[in-house]
């Protein structure tokens, strides 16, 4: 077996290297939107109508005026998770246009949704990432719209949390800007490995977060929620999704990790990383 050399990222793992076992901490699938439709739309108008049951979501998407995405309509297994009382994590990976895979968040509680799209650039990019994520918050069709819209946020700058995917599993992360997030693997294949990479935050509801990353070295990204409700019980679940080691073939899996805080670093305000942007 190749021996990883931080230094080296040629000899980084590959997406599905890091797969076996990496989901021991996730949560069971819930079917508690088993024979439902749920329809989502969003601000330009396209309309996306989802029907479920235990293990398949049907689905049929008509864009708006403004949206330029053909219509469509197919089947696609799907897992679901359970983050808190009337509010799902959904998950599924497109049959018909494998370098998609969608993540979808549902709270029927506050009639909102947003989908994060991740989507496999068909060739590297100049200063791109090769997988991008595109977010869409909508509102659920028929629901009454409360609460606030999901939205990005810099809530997470500055906190340090460790986070357990198994028992042999385990990383850090160091939330560092709007745009920027820092990793260390420290149990598991990858242990030694540390990389600074792309991230986006989104709320969805008090204290429950969005937090995407996009990798430079490895061709992934990755889409979780995670509740921090109370920091020394932090949950998650998540997927990531990519190309294998050949670089052609899409790579998805889902997973899950309970965190906590470590640390909390606060700066001055003339110096304060929130204040950064996106730039």
């Known amino acids: ?23 021991a901490n996730k ?20 309309r996306i109508v989802h029907r479920f049951d235990d293990t398949t979501v049907s689905w049929d998407y008509q864009p708006g005026a403004d949206d330029p995405t053909a219509a469509a309509s197919d089947t696609d297994d799907y897992e679901a998770f359970e983050v808190d009382d009337d509010l799902y994590f959904v998950q599924f990976h497109h049959r018909y246009l494998p370098n998609e895979a969608v993540s979808l ?6 009639g909102r949704a947003l989908a994060v799209i991740s989507i496999i650039l068909p060739a590297p990019e100049q200063g791109r990432t090769r997988v991008q994520h595109v977010f869409a918050p909508s509102v659920i069709e028929g629901a009454e719209a409360t609460g606030r819209e999901a939205a990005p946020t ?17 990383y850090e992360h160091v939330y560092l800007s709007s745009r920027w997030y820092s990793w260390q693997c420290l149990a598991g294949p990858e242990r030694g490995l540390a ?10 509801r008090p204290g429950i977060y969005i937090f995407a990353w996009r990798e430079k070295v490895i061709p992934c990204a990755s889409v979780t ?8 019980a932090i949950r998650s679940h998540g997927v990531l999704f990519g190309l294998d080691e050949s670089g052609e073939v899409p790579t998805h899996f889902t997973f ?15 110096l304060e990383p929130a204040s950064f942007g996106d730039a």
Not at 27 to 43: C, M, N, Y
Not at 105 to 110: A, G, K, P, Y
Not at 195 to 204: K, Q
Not at 225 to 232: C, F, G, Q, S
């Open 195 to 204: 990389d600074t990479d792309e991230n986006s935050v989104w709320e969805v």
């Open 105 to 110: 968040v549902l709270d029927l509680r506050q």
């Open 27 to 46: 949560a069971p699938h819930t079917t508690a939107l088993s024979g439902r439709e749920i329809a989502v739309v969003d601000a330009r108008g396209t």
């Open 154 to 170: 810099t809530t997470l700058i500055g906190r340090r949390v460790e986070w357990v995917y198994s028992e042999e599993h385990a």
């Open 256 to 270: 899950g990790a309970h965190g906590r805080l470590l640390s909390t670093t606060l700066h001055a305000p003339e």
């Open 225 to 232: 929620i995670a509740d921090h409700r109370d920091v020394n």
């Open 1 to 23: 077996m190749t021996t990883l050399n931080p230094a080296d990222t040629s000899t980084w793992l590959p997406l599905e290297g890091l797969a076996p076992g990496f989901d």
